[in-house]
């Protein structure tokens, strides 16, 4: 069990490049999750998987993110015409439910700036 | 919606303080309630959990009790090392299945 892993780690872009983010979640585990962490702020969630199923994805920032988990493992977040407002830490989790608990698992963040 | 709120930091304490963190939150039903911690360049880290009311969630001397009551999950420890600087999060899980979180405590521990 190596973690939940992210990659980039880090990430510069010009403004109006598109970018794509990958995470490999522990295996298997079902439930894959996308936050989003600005500087001093807590992990804003964007969406999640369970297998290949995107349950949920209105939290998505706007029509320029998308996320995809085409084999129920590893996940691709893209984020099109960047803009510097998108500058921000993208975390991904994953987690297995068993029994009541669920307990999400946090890979190291791909750091994204925009200029 | 569901919401935390977490004390405001930073908070500076010296080595062999005891460390009180606030928090609360609102939500609907019966959220599990989590800290989180995040070192200096790593990665956010499950630090201990609580599943139900008056549980007590506890890991590396750090522990929290879940009140219902208060709707609080305070985090404590008895005597901070330099080792425990850190950020600390506050986090519930709710009827959805993502993590809703507050905004972090900076903790720093002085020699």
């Known amino acids: 069990d190596t973690g939940v892993s992210q990659d980039p780690r880090h990430k510069i872009t010009k403004r109006g490049q598109n970018v794509t983010f990958r995470c490999d979640p522990i295996s298997e585990h079902n439930r894959l999750y996308w936050y989003r962490q600005t500087l001093g702020q807590g992990p804003e969630f964007l969406t999640y998987f369970q297998n290949e199923a995107q349950l949920e994805k209105s939290r998505l920032l706007s029509d320029r993110f998308s996320a995809e988990r085409p084999k129920g493992s590893f996940s691709t977040l893209e984020i099109q015409r960047t803009e510097q407002g998108d500058s921000a830490m993208y975390l991904c989790a994953s987690s297995f439910q068993s029994g009541q608990v669920e307990t999400q698992y946090f890979g190291p963040g791909t750091r994204l700036l925009v200029l | 919606g569901d919401s935390v709120t977490q004390m405001e930091g930073p908070v500076t304490l010296s080595e062999e303080a005891f460390l009180t963190i606030n928090c609360t939150y609102t939500?609907?039903?019966?959220?599990?309630l989590f800290w989180y911690v995040q070192y200096p360049g790593e990665g956010l880290q499950l630090l201990l959990k609580a599943t139900k009311a008056d549980d007590k969630g506890s890991n590396k001397g750090f522990e929290a009790t879940y009140r219902k009551e208060t709707t609080s999950f305070h985090l404590e420890k008895g005597s901070v090392q330099v080792s425990d600087s850190a950020v600390y999060f506050c986090a519930l899980r709710g009827s959805a299945r993502q993590l809703t979180f507050g905004s972090g405590t900076q903790l720093t521990v002085l020699p």
């Open positions: 939500a609907t039903g019966y959220p599990s």
